[in-house]
């Protein structure tokens, strides 16, 4: 009787003698493993990559792929999205409430935006390369408990030492939202719906939303109407407005972790050496979902003894014979030494990846200095415009915030189509979406009534929503996944840092302490409005330079 050889056997029988090339034999090795679904990465026959991750990273993307996009995945991508509303919705909490606190305890403004940009600065650091070293599942649910608890404190605030100090805590776990909900969704999802990375952006848009209508009754009806006479007894709209939002955070968190049970990453597992364990999670999806999956613990561990052999990995496994090191010690040693040089190394181990890595941040960094300096005046430069015209009522100007809100939302969808398009891809979506959007930014200048003001303002939130969108995507999708805490560390902490430079350089001069920027503009004018466009525009044309082009491939 004729018996069916074990992967093993079939897959040392298809390397004896083997001359193809890495990429045949890996379709021969797919079809061994009868796991019928095949996926290329942008790495595929890079030694700067690891090649037992890399070739155990393939499988696992290969079984996801066979799953489907089902239930798991749809559910993933509703809590998922609780990142990108958290994103975006403190920001836009730390700005409204700015006057009502000013006038309350007559302190000086840009200290709160400053505490927050240092929490966020924080946040990113810290939780991209925690989720490496703890795992995505716990670090994935804590930055929501962190925002909701300390965003509940600080509407009980005292004093705007309190304030500043509770909004730079939250603001820690607002910063970890994006750098670990990317990883997450990324690892879970087959690469067939990739795209819906950038489609998630549309719950950065439901974030400004919901902030600007709970903030319009709260308010506008619950705050001092100057500093003159603002005692806490009349002023309390700010606090409603964030023991409203904190408790939002609250409930998110309840979802997140009581109601969807989430499975921690089997890319993190794998890595880390608990193959059984990745294993058993890509089954669990695969049973939730209502299907099955051949994936057995002996493919992973047979890649791991035949790249130790020279196997179809290649070269990059060549040089020492050595597998990689996946215990737990060896993993915290890594991450402790991320920020010293030793793994950041990987984000730049070849030409063409460091040449993307360092594009990417130039990228994040320029946005970072233009979407805060066009956001920190852009009220301002509301107030002044609607005063001239006498339409400066809380009634405009929060009907225009609602209105500029939901105009983000199309722009998501639009971007999760366009990325997707042949020859347009990630690349040309994030040019022409950054370029379109310094252009609006650059034509609100010419605005001569309230109308045309806020007509421009329209097409530069829809644009810049297509082109977050496909930012916050195209970052994590160019990582690879045991870099990919890191790289995504890296980026964010370069936006937040040029945030803060923001904060500390264009922010003073509007309360007369610092003489630097004020000696070179007056910046009761429409000129931060003009910086902020040039560098959108820089922006898109160094997003044209990225060498690699993630549509069609996926993330290992």
């Not at 090649?51 to 499988?59: G, L, N, S």
């Not at 089902?70 to 809590?79: A, E, K, T």
């Not at 929490?119 to 795992?135: E, I, P, T």
Request: proline residues 4%; charged residues 15%.
């Amino acid at each position: 009787m004729a018996t069916n050889p074990n992967p093993s056997e079939k897959l040392a029988r298809s390397e004896s003698g083997d001359s193809r090339s890495p990429e045949k034999r890996r379709s021969t090795d797919v079809e061994a493993y009868a796991i019928h679904a095949e996926t290329h990465d942008i790495f595929d026959d890079d030694p700067a990559v690891d090649p037992v991750y890399q070739a155990k990273a393939r499988i696992l993307n290969d079984a996801l792929q066979e799953i489907g996009m089902g239930r798991y995945q749809w559910y993933l991508f509703i809590v998922a999205g609780f990142g990108w509303f958290s994103d975006n919705l403190w920001p836009i909490v730390t700005g409204l409430i700015l006057d009502p606190v000013v006038n309350e305890f007559g302190f000086q403004g840009p200290f709160l935006k400053l505490a927050q940009n240092i929490g966020l600065l924080v946040g990113a650091a810290f939780w991209g390369v925690a989720s490496d070293v703890w795992g995505r599942k716990w670090c994935f649910n804590i930055t929501l408990l962190i925002t909701g608890v300390f965003a509940v404190a600080a509407g009980a605030s005292p004093n705007y030492i309190a304030l500043c100090s509770l909004a730079a805590v939250w603001s820690v776990g607002v910063g970890g939202n994006l750098p670990v909900d990317s990883a997450v969704f990324l690892e879970f999802i087959p690469a067939s719906h990739q795209y819906l990375l950038t489609i998630l952006s549309i719950w950065w848009a439901f974030g400004q939303l919901v902030g600007s209508l709970v903030a319009w009754p709260l308010i506008a009806d619950f705050s001092c109407a100057s500093a003159a006479d603002c005692p806490r007894s009349s002023n309390q709209g700010w606090r409603y407005f964030l023991y409203a939002m904190g408790g939002l955070m609250l409930l998110l968190f309840v979802l997140r972790f009581f109601v969807f049970h989430m499975y921690e990453s089997p890319k993190y597992l794998m890595g880390r050496g608990r193959d059984a364990e990745a294993v058993e999670v890509v089954h669990r999806v695969a049973a939730y979902n209502g299907r099955t999956s051949p994936l057995t613990v002996e493919m992973l561990q047979d890649v791991e003894r035949r790249i130790g052999k020279g196997g179809f990995a290649g070269a990059g496994a060549g040089a020492n014979g050595a597998a990689f090191d996946t215990s737990a010690r060896a993993a915290l040693i890594r991450k402790l030494k991320t920020f010293a040089g030793s793994h950041v190394k990987g984000l730049f181990a070849t030409k063409r990846l460091a040449y993307s890595t360092t594009l990417l941040i130039v990228v994040w960094a320029l946005i970072g200095l233009a979407f805060p300096l066009y956001n920190g005046f852009v009220t301002y430069f509301l107030a002044t415009r609607g005063a001239r015209f006498g339409d400066s009522s809380v009634y405009i100007t929060y009907r225009n915030q609602v209105i500029l809100s939901v105009i983000g939302v199309p722009g998501a969808l639009l971007a999760g189509w366009m990325v997707e398009l042949p020859y347009m891809g990630r690349k040309g979506t994030l040019a022409i979406s950054t370029i379109i959007t310094g252009v609006f930014l650059f034509a609100s200048t010419t605005s001569r009534t309230s109308n045309a003001l806020l007509g421009w303002n329209c097409g530069f939130t829809f644009t810049s929503n297509v082109m977050y969108g496909v930012l916050y995507a195209v970052s994590p999708e160019l990582f690879p996944t045991k870099d990919r805490g890191t790289g995504n560390a890296i980026v964010a902490s370069a936006n937040r840092v040029f945030g803060i430079m923001v904060r500390a350089l264009f922010s003073w001069p509007l309360f007369s302490q610092a003489p630097i920027i004020a000696l070179y503009a007056d910046l009761s004018t429409s000129v931060p409005i003009w910086v902020s466009g040039a560098l959108f525009l820089v922006s898109g044309f160094i997003a044209l330079l990225l060498p690699f082009e993630p549509r069609g491939k996926a993330s290992i």
